[in-house]
């Protein structure tokens, strides 16, 4: 009954892994554009993108 729930558990887990990793591209304009505003804060307090890569 155990390794039933653990393999119940890692079936779980995959699909939600799929599902995320068909979902995530649909994000990267938002991504890109919360990056652009970090990098344009940091650079206001005086911290440049090659800092901040370093």
Known sequence: ???LL???IL???VFA???LVDT???YAP???QIL???LG???RLGFGQQQIGS
Do not use: H, K, N, T
Request: no cysteine.
């Open 1 to 3: 009954m155990i390794y």
């Open 6 to 8: 653990l393999a119940l």
């Open 11 to 13: 079936v779980s887990v």
């Open 17 to 19: 892994l799929v599902r």
């Open 24 to 26: 995530l591209p649909r």
């Open 30 to 32: 938002a991504f890109q």
């Open 36 to 38: 652009g505003s970090a």
């Open 41 to 43: 804060v940091a650079d």
